[in-house]
């Protein structure tokens, strides 16, 4: 199970962290990924990290102001949100790459994403 938090209202330009939190399970050995979804919109990529953090991308809109990190140790991933715009505003998905055992690509498709959370929030105002 992957939780997501880390929901709010922020204004343009505010920061925002979102947590990842897995139970019943360790998703430590898997690549995870961030997606988010607006009103009307299909599913978009955001942000993916491999297994051990050694590799990491961003879809072009989001490079230079999201950061995706992961603590193993607290079975969590982390979607860190800076200078946020309004066109951020969506519900952003956590998931993880289930068969990205021990593997150092890193994946951008919904489809290869295999668990998924049940979504937070994310509200900017301008």
Do not use: H
Not at 17 to 46: D, H, I
Not at 58 to 75: L, M, P, Q
């Amino acid at each position: 199970q992957l939780q997501a938090s880390g929901r709010g209202l922020v204004q343009a330009g505010g920061s925002l962290r979102l947590s990842c939190a897995a139970s019943g399970r360790t998703f430590n050995n898997y690549g995870m990924g961030w997606f988010r979804q607006a009103p009307g919109k299909e599913r978009e990529f955001v942000a993916t990290i491999s297994w051990n953090g050694a590799n990491t991308y961003y879809t072009d809109s989001v490079k230079g102001r999201f950061t995706i990190s992961r603590d193993n140790a607290k079975n969590t991933v982390y979607l860190r949100m800076n200078n946020l715009k309004p066109e951020d505003s969506a519900v952003y998905y956590c998931a993880a790459d289930l068969k990205s055992w021990y593997s150092s690509v890193v994946k951008t498709r919904a489809a290869d994403f295999g668990s998924w959370g049940q979504g937070t929030q994310v509200t900017v105002s301008s």
